[in-house]
Structure formats: structure tokens, C-alpha cells
């Protein structure tokens, strides 16, 4: 089983080389390596191309943001799974991805798997700040604001050419839609209950309080698309947000 890493990227040389050295540091599975820059010039570029020997597909161009990026790197990726790695962020162990395989392996019905995620500090990434456990997948579960860690999410490649690519109209939140529409397929999701990605605090969505208001605003949308009323929607953005406070709380020794 041959997996693909998709790395979106745009003017990030203080980050770039630890994602690309996270994956490389994976044991035991065959890894696609897809990174897609958005036209940087920061350094990124010329830190990427140190690694091009090891690098299947490489693409440097102006895009549209993160989701397009994403759905080209989809677009190109040949493995059968794919996921992410974001320019910020780092597998948990060396056995992050072997994990993966293992679980389709367990089981060709799957379709989707994904794990626990900890946000780290940004300066300092042995610091956790947030451990999201995420635990399994219940169709009652996602009305209760229940969602699965998007960086951790790896799905087989036919079902990503199913459901189709990101909702680019979205600018925060097209990951969401698109997990509430894989969630809504009927698609089989499997859980690995060990932390798979540490994720650098000071994303898109949590940048600012703006931004915040601004996801929470997409959110709604997402949910209103699918067929939440409003009070429905309401209900559950408000239990999606309220999950988060044990998380901080516990700094990552217990989760909700």
C-alpha cells in the first residue's frame, strides 16, 4: 500500500524542513511525497530543493490559498491513500504512518482512518497546549459537535475521487465540509487511539479572534449545507466549540 503525504506550503523556510524531515523519518511504508508551494520567496523554495532527490512531486506556482493548494496536491497524488502534513507541523513518532497502513490492512472495508492530534507551542513543540483524543466515530456523535482531527484524517484515494476536492469558496472551514461530507456518506471510519500529529499552534482558524468568528461563521454554513435546521446547527456549534475546553484544561494528561 503506497501512501501519499500531501505538504501545501507558501513562504514558510523556518518550517518546511522539519515536515519534510518528519516524513522522511517514517518507517516501514511506502511514502508518495507530494509538496505543493505556492510561489514562496522567503528561502522556501531552495529548502525544498535540497530535498528534490527524495520528493516525488513537486509543484511551484502561484494558487488560491490552502484548499486550493490541497486539491491540487490531490489532483497529482497516484497512492492509494492520501493525506496531509501541514509546512508546520510533525508525525508523532516514526510509526505515525506505518500505523495507517496497519489499519486498512486490519480491514480493506475502511475507508477513512485517523487519530489523536496534540497541538504544541509554536515556539517550543515538547510543550503540548491542547491533546484532542478524538475517540470513534458515531453518526450521533457529529450532531454533538463531534468531528476527527483533519491532520490526522488519511482516506483512500477512490473515495477522495468520490466525494470530490475542498470547497475553495470556503477560505477556513472547507475541511470541515468536506469531513461532514464523508461522515454523511455512510463511508466506514476507523480510530487509531495513539497521538498521530503534533500540530504547531497558530493556524488559520485560531489566529485571531477574527479569525475564530470567521470559522465558526463557515462552520454554519458547512452545517446548513448538510441538512442541520438552524436550531440544529446552533446546537451543535455551540457543543463543537464547548469539546475544546477539556482539552486545554487537561494539557494534554486527559482529553475529552
Known amino acids: ?58 509543484v511551484s506556482e502561484p494558487d488560491d490559498g490552502i484548499y486550493d493548494a490541497l486539491n491540487k496536491g490531490l489532483r497529482l497524488a497516484r497512492g492509494d491513500v492520501v493525506g496531509f502534513l501541514h509546512s508546520d507541523d510533525a508525525f508523532a513518532d516514526e510509526r505515525a504512518l506505518a500505523r495507517v497502513v496497519a489499519a486498512f490492512s486490519d480491514s480493506p472495508a475502511i475507508d477513512a482512518v485517523y487519530g489523536d492530534l496534540k497541538y504544541v507551542s509554536r515556539d517550543d513543540a515538547s510543550r503540548t497546549v491542547r491533546h484532542w483524543r478524538a475517540g470513534p466515530f458515531t453518526v450521533a456523535g457529529v450532531a454533538r459537535g463531534w468531528m476527527p482531527p483533519h491532520p490526522t484524517l488519511y482516506c483512500r484515494r477512490s473515495v477522495v475521487q468520490e466525494l470530490g476536492e475542498y470547497d475553495v469558496g470556503l477560505d477556513i472551514a472547507a475541511d470541515y465540509e468536506w469531513l461532514l461530507r464523508l461522515m454523511r456518506s455512510g463511508r466506514s471510519l476507523a480510530y487509531i487511539p495513539e497521538v498521530q500529529v503534533l500540530m504547531r499552534m497558530g493556524g488559520a482558524s485560531n489566529r485571531s479572534i477574527a479569525n475564530i468568528v470567521r470559522k465558526s461563521s463557515e462552520d454554519w454554513i458547512a452545517l446548513r449545507r448538510h441538512g442541520w435546521t438552524r ?15 477539556p482539552q486545554f484544561a487537561a494539557n494534554g494528561k486527559e482529553t475529552a
Open 1 to 58: 500500500m503506497k501512501i501519499s503525504v500531501i505538504t501545501a506550503v507558501y513562504n514558510n523556510a523556518s518550517g518546511i524542513k522539519g515536515a519534510i524531515d518528519s516524513i522522511l523519518s517514517q518507517s516501514d511504508v511506502d511514502i508518495e511525497i507530494v509538496v505543493i508551494d505556492g510561489g514562496s520567496s522567503d528561502g522556501t523554495v531552495e529548502i525544498i530543493e535540497a530535498y528534490r532527490d527524495r520528493i516525488d512531486i513537486f
Open 231 to 245: 436550531l440544529g446547527a446552533l446546537t451543535t456549534l455551540a457543543a463543537k466549540n464547548l469539546r475544546k475546553l
